[in-house]
């Protein structure tokens, strides 16, 4: 890992009050990254999600986040102010959702929506850029889709304007919150080649959140294994098959295999004592 | 004066199949226009048959001999059988015969031609107050959701649904007309203003600009203002309202997280992103609330004297011109099914998923 | 077995409270009752729907107890007496024929509270029973029965009531009559929009195969599910009723004279409003408080049944 880590997260926990009393969503969190690909992986509801969104300072309310340190690229953003931190997202920190039909704005064409992140251009200048980036996710009419509206566009289409415009800025820091499990499975595999292509080795870091081992393991250096608000395993993506959680063991086991035997299909176990055991480490 | 929920531009069936998509859409939305409007005709000419009042007695006088009071039966057509006269009367009405007043003795039409401009003038600066307060507040409580921003605009809201508008008219009239004398009194203009412009459009404001009768359009101002404000909160009590729960739903969208991660304002985010979203549903919320205004305004006018439509319907009302009443339930009626197909048609406009 | 039963559906003697808030009840009653209690712990925690309440309730027993409360008759004139000023023997003042506004104020509720009442046994069962149908049935029992509603909907409501105490002459039960001819028509888009939901859910599905007849699953499911949200609209709309029902006493066309309503009690301060004007503001200030009651009661119902709508 490079000297300074580009991201430093530690004892992060995101809460929620309600009705009936607190509920954490995430309990403890640490790990730090530099430029390098990252996956968590975990059920919903573990607290990967959340996580992304902490990082972001996207937690909705009235969800309260805590950390014993949270650094960016050597800022504190625990005491960084809501200024700050805006002018962190977008430009060094972006995020890419999971559902296009929903995480575009209807009623605004993906043109104007890409255009939007770049700030401080001119009009024409930020539609140039906008077209540009279009055609770096392999958009095949640029023109048209800078026009379109999201529901004119299809859910690989639509998911390439999002990627186009969370990537126009060049960010450092890029959190993919399952970026391809709401696509059709053929289009999937063209979204992540582009993701793969313009995130590159060591140009930026990326976090990438699913529940898709096998994604995760191919596309990621590093894997981070969350249940229930914790990081209960950490380990190479290389070294995923050996791990030694019997939770990642047992998500590992649930994976459907095409030549496996076609019996009963295992279930998790879930021990409550793994709440808050503490998490292992792979291979070292 | 209670407001119907909007109806919200659901699709209308279409009209044949096999015809292009907006023209099919277009026959279908002017098909169940006509349909409305007939139903509407109904219900006034079944109004008009249960009143007590026996139209022959009343052209001819109580004291005629049976022939010809059979006469002004046949002559009025009232010898046929229902669906007859139901037929009879929707030709009338749409070569736009309402009758003749008995107490103006015009045309019924004519005189809704001559007192409309006067309600649309109240009722367009209202629903400008409307508007240019309540959608600002509604956005502002959503964004201040739950605290106490929020609670102030409620309670605000609330209190302008509850009060009756023909009291509050009053008790300002009370307070700022006679008391404090900072608004003109009951009635469109001083009396020594009057005649002094033209009506061209009906609408003083306008009317005394095109003249260049600066001094009565600040009168005309005048008198505007408090009947206005009266309206006017009323209307923004409900579109502040619509507005807030709109705002709520948009705002917890997952567009709004992907705005807020692209790094933009929060004022971006709020007025552009959440706001651009309700507006969709906010137009029809504001059209119907225009054409509620047009007819809230019956009360708000017999407080100011105003001399609009609904003045004339309660004046007629209170004189048992029953032609009268109906040709302005009709006309309004016919406004408030405009004024939804105008919602409607908006509504694809604005909405690019609906085009 | 017993102990396990007792600990689930919660004994009646561990206390009210934990048999109302047992996880499992143990009959029908406890559940139903439950859920009341679990709703009025919610509501109970919003100040002004609890407001709304007391105001509601207040008019309620202000208008059973008005003939003890008044302390003078609402009717009987005293021309010597005229347009006094609040305080003295007339907390409120007297009006033109020198009745003491506060008396006729307080049996005014009871004028308000049978409006009210009448209106919504009136509306509400017709806008259930239309909507309901209409939803439920579909086809062209649907498109007719939505057809008129759209009709009634077209039309705006005091203009359609003002028309319909024009046709039947002017009185309190042709004004109800009137208001509840117009005030339906909300209730039944309402009412089907949550028929159709329900229509295809499993229940619905299984009545029907244990060979339930279309009347009994509309009176037994479908009525009762639609209902809540129904009664959160009525209580909202009563509001609207109450201001109708002022706006045609206000015109004369409501309670004849010498009814003590209170719209017509505003039209009849009109005159001194310019020297006495507290004739006029006290009964539109009790229209005010009514109408804000119901409107208060109303939302704090609808976070609480209806939490979708909030």
């Known amino acids: ?284 | 004066m209670a407001y119907f929920p909007p109806s919200g531009a659901a699709p209308r069936p279409g009209f044949l199949p096999g015809l292009p998509g907006w023209l099919n859409t277009a026959l279908g939305l002017l098909a169940s226009v006509a349909l409305t409007f007939l139903g509407l005709l109904l219900v006034t000419f079944l109004i008009g048959r249960v009143v007590p009042i026996d139209p022959v007695l009343a052209a001819v006088g109580d004291r005629a001999p049976a022939e010809v009071y059979e006469q002004m039966r046949i002559a009025l057509g009232l010898h046929l059988p229902l669906h007859e006269q139901f037929l009879a009367y929707v030709g009338k009405v749409l070569e736009g015969d309402f009758g003749r007043s008995v107490l103006t003795a015009n045309p019924v039409l004519e005189d809704i031609r001559r007192v409309f401009p006067a309600t649309l003038e109240l009722a367009t600066l209202s629903i400008l107050l409307g508007v240019l307060i309540g959608v600002p507040m509604g956005v502002v409580a959503a964004v201040r959701h739950g605290r106490w921003p929020d609670h102030v605009i409620r309670v605000l809201g609330l209190v302008g649904y509850s009060v009756p508008v023909f009291w509050l008219g009053l008790m300002g009239l009370l307070l700022f007309y006679a008391n404090l004398g900072w608004v003109a009194g009951p009635g469109r203009l001083d009396i020594y203003y009057e005649g002094l412009v033209e009506p061209v459009t009906g609408l003083i404001l306008v009317d005394s600009l095109v003249a260049g009768e600066p001094e009565v359009f600040w009168n005309a101002l005048g008198h505007l203002v408090l009947p206005a404000s009266v309206l006017g909160y009323f209307s923004l009590a409900y579109i502040s309202r619509m507005t807030r729960s709109l705002m709520l739903e948009q705002l917890s969208q997952e567009y709004i997280v992907t705005a807020r991660a692209k790094g933009l304002s929060e004022a971006r985010v709020v007025w552009r992103h959440a706001l651009g979203n309700a507006m969709v549903p906010l137009v029809t919320v504001i059209a119907l609330s225009y054409g509620s205004l047009l007819e809230g305004s019956v009360l708000t006018e017999i407080v100011f004297a105003w001399p609009g439509l609904g003045y004339y319907i309660t004046n007629s009302l209170l004189n048992a011109d029953m032609n009268a009443v109906l040709g302005g339930t009709i006309v309004v009626g016919a406004v408030f099914i405009g004024l939804n197909l105008l919602s409607d048609l908006l509504y694809r406009v604005l909405d690019p998923r609906a085009r | 077995m017993k102990a396990l039963d007792d600990r689930s559906a919660g004994s009646f003697s561990a206390g009210p409270r934990a048999w109302l808030m047992a996880e499992a009840a143990g009959s029908r009653r406890q559940a139903r009752l439950g859920r009341w209690y679990a709703a009025w712990l919610v509501f109970r925690r919003n100040p002004l729907a609890v407001t709304g309440l007391a105001i509601v309730c207040g008019l309620i027993v202000v208008a059973l107890v008005a003939p003890w409360l008044a302390g003078h008759s609402p009717i009987e004139q005293n021309l010597q007496a005229r347009l006094l000023p609040p305080g003295g023997g007339h907390w409120l003042g007297t009006d033109a024929l020198g009745r003491d506004i506060f008396a006729r104020l307080v049996h005014g509720a009871r004028i308000t509270l049978l409006i009210v009442a009448l209106v919504a046994a009136i509306a509400a069962p017709v806008g259930l029973i239309m909507g309901c149908s209409a939803g439920y049935f579909g086809g062209w029992v649907d498109a007719v029965l939505m057809r008129i509603t759209d009709v009634f909907l077209a039309f705006p409501r005091l203009i359609l009531a003002l028309a319909f105490v024009a046709a039947l002459g002017p009185g309190i039960e042709n004004a109800i009559l009137a208001i509840a001819i117009t005030a339906w028509p909300p209730y039944a888009r309402i009412a089907r929009a949550e028929t159709i939901t329900i229509r295809t859910s499993g229940f619905i599905q299984a009545a029907r195969l244990q060979g339930a007849s279309a009347s009994r699953i509309l009176v037994g499911h479908v009525v009762p599910l639609t209902s809540s949200s129904v009664i959160v609209r009525v209580t909202l709309d009563m509001a609207g009723v109450i201001l109708t029902a002022a706006g045609l006493g206000f015109l004369g066309l409501g309670a004849q004279p010498p009814v003590a309503e209170w719209g017509a009690m505003i039209a009849a301060g009109r005159q001194f409003m310019l020297d006495q004007w507290w004739v006029a503001a006290a009964p539109g200030l009790a229209i005010l408080v009514v109408s804000l009651g119901f409107n208060l009661l109303g939302d704090g119902l609808r976070d609480v049944l209806d939490p979708k709508h909030g």
Not at chain 1, 253 to 281: K, N, Q, T, Y
């Open chain 1, 1 to 284: 890992m490079s000297a300074q880590a580009l991201l430093a997260v530690e004892d992060l926990r995101v809460s929620f009050a309600t009705a009936t009393g607190v509920v954490e969503a995430v309990r403890g969190v640490s790990f730090t990254m530099g430029r390098e690909r990252l996956g968590i992986v975990g059920e919903s509801g573990s607290g990967k999600s959340m996580t992304g969104r902490a990082i972001l300072g996207l937690v909705p309310p009235p969800g309260r986040v805590d950390a014993r340190r949270l650094e960016f690229d050597g800022i504190d953003l625990t005491a960084a102010g809501s200024k700050r931190r805006r002018a962190l997202r977008g430009r060094r920190i972006a995020m890419i959702l999971q559902d296009p039909n929903y995480s575009l704005n209807p009623v605004i064409t993906a043109g104007r929506q890409i255009a939007e992140a770049y700030r401080g251009l001119s009009r024409a200048a930020a539609r140039e850029r906008a077209l540009g980036m279009l055609e770096a996710v392999r958009v095949p009419d640029p023109e048209r889709v800078l026009r379109a509206y999201p529901h004119e566009l299809s859910g690989g289409m639509a998911q390439r304007v999002m990627i186009a415009m969370m990537l126009a800025p060049g960010p450092d820091l890029l959190i993919a919150d399952e970026p391809t499990s709401a696509l059709d499975v053929s289009v999937r595999v063209q979204v992540l080649a582009i993701l793969d292509d313009l995130v590159g080795r060591g140009r930026m870091g990326l976090i990438l959140i699913s529940h898709d081992l096998g994604l995760v393991a191919s596309f990621c250096d590093r894997v981070l294994v969350m249940y229930d608000g914790r990081i209960v395993e950490s380990c190479r993506a290389s070294e995923l098959e050996s791990a030694r959680h019997p939770y990642t063991r047992g998500l590992l086991a649930a994976r459907p295999r095409i030549d496996g035997p076609g019996g009963e299909l295992p279930v998790l176990d879930r021990d409550p004592a793994w709440r808050d055991a503490p998490g292992v480490c792979g291979a070292p």
